[in-house]
């Protein structure tokens, strides 16, 4: 029997990103008692990486935009897979989420007139990203953090829940986590969990992401019965660095191309003239990113296999204040003055459009009783391709909603009862199998079979797909999950990375097994799923969302879900947006 420390809250955040923290804001302004556990240290996360700007139609620079207009374009980019109720609260409480950022500190760059400055973005019709120069992120968690820190919430870093509990009435109870500094056990005894821990890049071998993108809170909510929507859906953003090798993948703004950076293959052609002739290089990602790499593929690349993207003729200047950690990222990283040479760049998987289905009336609640999600790792809002800005938006409108969600959840429901002893030893074992069992014949390391995913991936699910190509990756998926039972680490509990990646390679292998399965059941090109061997927006398609959820058998049970037709108000407006062309 293993000794845990139990911690008691009303409410526990998993997760301190921007979503995680403005969800935290809004419990503990409700008067609740708020736990914030993150895997890593406060401050970091996925948000304090974001670079480009916040998505929101305030009309600051160009005074036409509004909701509407916001709504129809966000529509349009995920192809009508959207959550539309989801799509029209976000872009109607958008501007009021910059506003309160703002009030609360946050301090943006400025049009002459000292209103906060906005600046243009691939797919949005209208100057919209209300940015930090090229840090916005690191602005708003700076904002969001001195807030929380404000409130009486409780903060345990370097925390990474690994399982939650329900009780006999299927509601949330509470999590156990693991501290990494020592390896101990912490027990937390809660009413309502909010889900906020990001998105999975790291199943993929090239990526933006850091290493606490593995996606852990959507297998979490998978594990305890709730629904996961367009799962199939995994965003390759256009402009990733491709050179030297160890920086392959890190992400170049597309605030490169909002300040007017262009796009040339290895003849110096501008070839997103004949991609998309109207919106060139501001096209949406999914076009930009096939773009890219059709470039690449048909021999028009440059010698390191990316493309060039040009800011020189924005002037050093401007490129110091607009993007300034472009500039030191590229002279640090590479060796290359952004100034006076164009940067090399390909796609690089960077976000994921699906995640865990959530209620936008009733404030991001799941479908588990309780369990509320919030952020990237929360599905609906882009469906196949989401607008750049679209997401620190989100955090902020929904991770607002999720924390009042779980208030009212706690006002108004019957509280869980506690979890038995037994059960959570029985998580504990699991968690500590790898570390403590005896080393065997067939043992496997977790960086290999993660290593291994990865590459699968890589090569199986990439940004074109096919059925075979589709299968060949979801048997080589299946067979890493085979294997994951044998998984031995060695080396103590403190501060083990074999340890904690034996937990991850979990996450991202069940995660790519339903997206390989939800990307075989999509028999289209939409977005972000481009199936080469089917035709492009079929009608069937379309209409519906497929929704996951694990069987009784513990299999990945996938449901086609009709999409609701749009309401008579919102279907209006993309009528009145043609009567405009
Ligand atoms: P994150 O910020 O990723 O936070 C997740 C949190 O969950 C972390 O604290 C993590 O430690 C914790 N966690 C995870 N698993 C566990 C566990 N098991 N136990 C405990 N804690 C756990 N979007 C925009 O809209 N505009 C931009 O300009 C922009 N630029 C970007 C630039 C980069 C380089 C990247 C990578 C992304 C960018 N994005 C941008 C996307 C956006 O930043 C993310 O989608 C968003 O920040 C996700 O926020 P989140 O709060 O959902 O999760």
Redesign the pocket.
């Known amino acids: 029997r293993e000794d845990y420390e139990v911690r008691e809250h009303d409410v526990l955040v ?7 923290l403005r969800a935290a804001i809004a419990a503990a302004q409700r008067g609740l008692s708020v736990g914030v ?4 240290l406060l401050g ?4 304090v ?7 929101a139609a305030l009309g600051n620079v160009d005074p036409d935009d509004s909701w509407e207009q916001h709504f129809v374009d966000t529509m349009k980019s995920g192809k009508f897979l959207n959550n539309w109720r989801k799509v029209e609260i976000y872009a109607k409480e958008a501007p009021a989420g910059v506003i309160e950022l703002e009030q609360w500190g946050a301090l943006f760059n400025r049009t002459p007139e000292g209103k906060i400055s906005q600046r243009p973005f691939g797919g949005h019709t209208y100057r919209r990203l209300a940015h930090v120069g090229d840090r ?2 690191l602005e708003m968690i700076r904002t969001l953090q001195e807030k929380l820190l404000a409130t009486e919430a409780e903060v345990y870093m370097e ?4 399982k939650l509990f329900k009780d006999e009435r299927g509601r949330i109870s509470g999590a156990l ?1 693991y501290t990494r500094e020592s390896g101990r056990f912490v027990f937390f005894k809660v009413k309502a969990v909010i889900m ?4 999975w890049g790291r199943i993929y071998k090239v990526t ?3 290493w ?3 996606g ?2 959507v297998i ?1 909510a998978y594990d305890a019965g709730a629904e996961l929507v367009d799962m199939e859906m995994v965003q390759f953003h256009p402009t990733g660095m491709v050179w030297p090798p160890g920086v392959r993948g890190i ?1 170049v ?1 597309e ?1 490169v191309r909002g300040e007017g950076g262009i796009l040339r293959n290895a003849n110096g052609e501008r070839f997103m003239e004949r991609y998309d002739p109207e919106r060139k290089e501001l096209s949406t990602r999914d076009v930009v990113a096939r773009a890219n790499y059709t470039e690449v593929q048909e021999g028009r690349g440059s010698p390191h296999g990316g493309v060039y993207l040009d800011i020189t003729h924005l002037g050093r200047e401007k490129i110091l204040k607009k993007l300034p950690t472009m500039y030191e990222q590229f002279l640090k990283l590479a060796d290359v003055d952004i100034t006076r040479e164009p940067m090399e760049v390909f796609p690089t998987v ?2 994921n459009m699906g995640g865990i289905k959530v209620e936008p009336e009733s404030c991001a609640s799941t479908t588990v009783p309780g369990l509320f999600a ?4 929360a599905g609906g809002l882009h469906g196949a391709n989401r607008l ?6 989100d ?1 902020l409108v929904f991770g607002r909603r999720a924390g009042d969600g779980a208030a009212d959840y706690i006002e108004q429901s019957v509280h869980a009862a506690g979890v038995p002893d037994e059960e959570i030893q029985a998580e504990i074992q699991r968690v500590l199998e790898p570390l403590e069992r005896p080393a065997r014949e067939g043992d496997e390391s977790p960086y290999l079979l993660q290593e291994e995913l990865q590459e699968a991936m890589m090569e199986h699910a990439n940004l074109m797909r096919d059925e075979d190509s589709l299968l060949k990756g979801l048997e080589k998926v299946l067979s890493i999950k085979r294997r994951l039972s044998n998984v031995k680490v060695g080396g103590t509990r403190m501060f083990n990375p074999g340890w904690h990646t034996a937990q991850d390679v979990r996450y991202l292998t069940q995660i790519s097994e339903i997206i390989i399965r939800c990307a075989l059941e999509r028999r289209e090109k939409r977005g972000a799923q481009w199936r080469l061997d089917c035709d492009e927006l079929v009608e069937e398609y379309g209409k519906i969302n497929f929704v996951v959820k694990k069987t009784e058998q513990g299999e990945v049970g996938i449901e086609r879900r009709e999409i609701p037709p749009l309401p008579e108000h919102l279907a209006a407006l993309f009528k009145e947006e043609k009567a405009k062309v």
């Open positions: 998993i997760g301190a990103g921007g979503a995680g556990v993150t895997k890593s970091k996360a996925h948000t990486m974001a670079e480009g700007g916040i998505a916005t992120g925390t990474t829940v690994t986590a906020a821990t990001g998105g933006s992401n850091s606490e993108g593995t852990d809170g979490l992400l703004t605030g960077h976000y919030a952020g990237e790792v750049g800005g679209n997401s620190l938006g955090l």
